[in-house]
């Protein structure tokens, strides 16, 4: 038998992990609930029809598929055999699959907004912490299986809904003490470009070459812009705007100077401003930064954009969003604009346990051990620890008799901080002695006094 492995790009969790996953989820959800976002959750999977072609051609290629079990029915199980047959021979049959794994959790809130609109109060705002699934290469930072933590706002077309979902951001990355920036653009402005490069329908080819920017350089975007068919000057264009420097003032006078003619960017540029300015009396601008290399390769954005970056970390994006306003028309509900932001837990994780962030707190669990010393004496503390509980005090009582230096290793081992006592003495005094193994403190306590105590 082969030694027991994980699928490539997944992992398992520790409790300590787990602790700290949840202390990330449990301060954003509180920040998303404060915000007045309301809890969704949708299935695992999704019908492939529902994902495919959302994403892009390089998004598309990282959902995973389901392949169909084909075992209840004869029917299907033989429709499904003759799909892999064809596969194969190396032609292509939809019998294989009918369902993926969710690509991210905005494509299933779209479709959950169609199919529920009539019945949902508008603007709908919601927020949704579940896994997600991406057949990408793992590497630092990149993983096949993460959380996701979204909130959207659908149903409204007032740019107030950008600007509360960059106060989310930084209340929910204050609250987490990890100092981050947020860079904003608008897919407006890159519209513009494209115009400026050839046509609207260079858009996609000209988002995903500028969203490789930071991992391939510019050269390399360089020769991907020239086989997609840009000429020499539109790529001088290109490269003049993706060179813009600056503060937000002195970049966006920059954009107006080289694309400032054209009604899309001149559109982009006031919706922009307007997030700036509001933020400024908030006191948040300094964190939000104007960046136009910032081209968030999906296709279904179509104004402001965001992403947020760690400081002093070389971790990728832990969070990104922006605008679809039409997103499910791709379900037959047009005229239902949208807005929304996601936070990258598995990234946010590996930057705070880098910069060593979370609380010593959260990894304790059990406050207190009662040792076990003998049957009566077992049953002693049982009771005792069963008051504690009901004071919502952590507690276990060590499952046999064993001696003291076994009892207290297993303490120390677990950072249980608390033991309490009880031997044949105690129990005839009605009373237990209570040490902290961090301090060293030994007390003397009543068996009616230890619910009240203060541990």
Known sequence: MSKPSLPQGTRDFNAATVQKRQYIFQTIKSV????GFQALETPAMENL?????KYGEEGDKLIFKILNNGLDLPQKKEQTLEGIEK???????AAITERALRYDLTIPFARYVAMHHGSLTFPFKRYQIQPVWRADRPQ?????EFYQCDADVVGSDSLLNEVDLMSVYLTAFDNLKLPVSVKINNRKILLGLAQLCGGEEKLIDLTIAIDKLDKIGWEKVQEELKNKGFSDQQQKIVQQYLTIT???DEKITQLKKLLGDNESVLKGIEELNYVLQYHQASGMSKQLVADFTLARGLNYYTGLIFEVKALDSDMGSIGGGGRY?????LFGVPNIPGVGISFGVDRIYDVMEEKKLFPPSIEQTTQVLFFNLGAQE???AYEQMTLLRNKKIACE???????????????EKKGIPNVIIIGTEELAKKECNLKNIVTGIQTTISFSALPNFKF
């Not at 306003?325 to 028309?329: E, G, I, K, Q, R």
């Open 378 to 380: 077992a049953q002693a």
């Open 325 to 329: 306003n039409d997103l499910t028309s």
């Open 87 to 93: 596969l194969f021979e190396g032609k292509s049959s």
């Open 49 to 53: 029809e529902t994902l495919m072609g």
């Open 32 to 35: 998303f609930e404060l915000y």
């Open 246 to 248: 600056g503060s937000n």
């Open 397 to 411: 009582i060590y499952p046999e008799k064993s001696k003291f230096d076994k009892q207290f290793k297993y303490a």
């Open 140 to 144: 630092k930072g990149r993983y096949r």
